[in-house]
């Protein structure tokens, strides 16, 4: 039997310096038995660091960042109303921890506030009732004439959680197997965790997008200034942020967390004027619905990026 090929991470950087810091992340990510893509740039200058920055990767939550620019985009023109209301029943509504599909009885929202719901608790109800308003074939399409190469919206976030029980049940267990599995061989049991089928988008096109929404180069500047303000209610700070807290630095993100993928996306600003997107997204190879050291490991690659960037 022929030994596995060992895994070589590609890595982008500026300069040497920069290339020391990412092979250094990589390395950490390796010897937690993660594999992924992380992608750091400074808006304003577009100096960067990472690693296998072109490589496609399902999104779970991460894809609720450009459900919201088209909804909100929308907004700005008119063609969706903010104080819109949306009745949610919990019995036909999405799975999910937090927000509305952890709700025991039918709710009426207004449309501004699903999108809050959606960025700030990662509420996947919300999201598919945004869905139900911003159809995925008409947020794949504007993200195309965006021209926002590398990411890919091709189905709801209920979606996921139909793919793995249709595989594996109820068995969660079971599930995350057969994900971990699945990423060794390249042939995937549950659909939507497959490049070729899911929500995907690489850590260039994501901090393509970011640069965008942060220099308000894309849709109406309304959309843009209001998704920035909405990613920066997120609740979760155990990624990206849990090593970049301070009273000068603001972080604003959106995680995505489904079975052996743990993401985040987002935007570091310090008061001196800094700005640095980024993208980590990440797949363990463990058989754990929790990975605090892998959330850290995240943190501290975002920290090393961001401190070398601002030098």
């Not at 895994?7 to 810091?21: N, Q």
């Not at 200058?45 to 999104?59: A, C, H, I, K, S």
């Not at 042939?187 to 965790?193: A, G, N, S, Y």
Request: hydrophobic share 45%; proline share 4%; glycine share 8%.
């Amino acid at each position: 039997m022929n030994a596995r090929p060992q895994y070589r991470p590609a890595h982008v950087a500026d300069d040497g310096d920069l290339l020391d810091v990412a092979e250094a992340i990589a390395a950490d990510w390796a010897a937690l038995g993660v594999r992924g893509s992380f992608l750091a740039r400074r808006i304003d200058t577009g100096e960067q660091l990472g690693f296998d920055v072109d490589e496609p990767v399902p999104l779970a939550s991460v894809v609720k960042v450009p459900l919201a620019l088209v909804a909100l985009d929308r907004i700005a023109t008119g063609e969706l109303d903010p104080a819109q209301p949306v009745t949610v029943d919990p019995a036909t509504s999405s799975v999910g921890s937090t927000g509305l599909a952890a709700f025991r009885y039918p709710a009426t929202v207004a449309v501004g506030d699903l999108l809050l719901m959606m960025l700030s608790v990662s509420d996947n109800a919300s999201a598919d009732a945004l869905f139900d308003l911003v159809p995925v074939e008409d947020v794949d399409a504007r993200l195309r004439a965006w021209e926002c190469a590398g990411i890919r919206v091709r189905h709801r976030l209920n979606r996921m959680y139909e793919c793995a029980a249709g595989a594996a049940g109820d068995d969660f267990s079971l599930a995350l197997e057969l994900a971990v599995r699945d990423d060794r061989t390249g042939r995937h049991t549950i659909e939507t965790l497959d490049p070729a089928y899911a929500n995907v988008g690489t850590a260039t096109a994501l901090v393509d997008l970011l640069q965008r929404v942060w220099r308000d180069r894309i849709a109406h500047p309304d959309a843009t200034a209001e998704l920035r303000r909405l990613m920066g209610l997120q609740v979760f700070t155990q990624r990206l942020a849990s090593e970049l807290r301070a009273d000068t630095l603001r972080m604003s993100g959106k995680t995505g967390t489904f079975l052996h993928l743990r993401h985040e996306i987002g935007v570091v600003e310090a008061e001196s004027g800094d700005r640095v997107a980024m993208a980590a997204l990440t797949r363990s190879d463990r058989r754990a619905g929790l990975a605090p050291d892998i959330d850290l490991a995240i943190g501290t690659g975002a920290r090393r990026a961001f401190e070398a960037l601002r030098r």
